[in-house]
T-cell receptor, first 113, second 113 residues
Framework: AQSVTQLDSQVPVFEEAPVELRCNYS??????LFWYVQYPNQGLQLLLK??????LVKGINGFEAEFNKSQTSFHLRKPSVHISDTAEYFC???????????FGAGTTVTVRA | ETGVTQTPRHLVMGMTNKKSLKCEQH?????MYWYKQSAKKPLELMFV???????ENNSVPSRFSPECPNSSHLFLHLHTLQPEDSALYLC????????????FGPGTRLTVL
């Protein structure tokens, strides 16, 4: 079984400032890693995913994440946020041959002008 | 219409009512999922269908009854719900059961009075 911990429940940030959302996971097997974003009154949308290869993964809307196997982390970053990045962000993991996604509790990002 | 759609988007029901949530995917996927999203808790996987066969019933109370008449449609039938069942119910689909990204619908916001 896997578990995911998102270390920050809320992250306030000013427009054009950088943001980092922290995600740690635990698993006894190799996993795939995902970040999803949920805008108000909408479903989840995939931002990026790590399956294999380069540990630095680039996603949509200028987001990127780095997989660190030794620290079992998959932190999400954006160098300069916009008001429109205000949303809830979910980290998720899945073992390689399974369908079950294990989600973190989410991080609410509020971008202020 | 494209992607994964869910109806209704909002539902208020009493504890003695019977209602159904509908999900439709226009992506040609073979697997469909029901998740429950409660405030500040990780998403909970409720049911999984692959090629119209249920493959997961994650200890969900019998007052929730899923139905998958074909690979494009998924229903969640509700009866004698409790106030703690109030949540956002998300439907998702994926091309195959394992190894693929899940695409989410916008959800149904359920309030049980």
């Amino acid at each position: 079984a896997q578990s995911v911990t998102q270390l920050d429940s809320q992250v306030p940030v000013f427009e054009e400032a950088p943001v980092e959302l922290r995600c740690n996971y635990s698993s006894s097997v190799s996993v795939y890693l995902f970040w999803y974003v949920q805008y108000p009154n909408q479903g989840l949308q995939l931002l990026l995913k790590y399956l294999s290869g380069s540990t630095l993964v680039k996603g949509i809307n200028g987001f990127e994440a780095e997989f660190n196997k030794s620290q079992t982390s998959f932190h999400l970053r954006k160098p300069s946020v916009h008001i429109s990045d205000t949303a809830e962000y979910f980290c998720a993991v899945r073992s390689l041959n399974d369908y079950k996604l294990s989600f973190g509790a989410g991080t609410t990002v509020t971008v202020r002008a | 219409e494209t992607g994964v759609t869910q109806t209704p988007r909002h539902l208020v029901m009493g504890m003695t009512n019977k209602k159904s949530l509908k999900c439709e995917q226009h992506l040609g996927h073979n697997a469909m999922y029901w998740y429950k999203q409660s405030a500040k808790k990780p998403l909970e996987l409720m049911f999984v269908y692959s090629l119209e066969e249920r493959v997961e019933n994650n200890s969900v109370p019998s007052r929730f009854s899923p139905e998958c008449p074909n690979s494009s449609h998924l229903f969640l039938h509700l009866h004698t719900l409790q106030p703690e069942d109030s949540a956002l119910y998300l439907c998702a689909s994926s091309p195959r059961l394992a190894g693929d990204e899940q695409f989410f619908g916008p959800g149904t916001r359920l309030t049980v009075l």
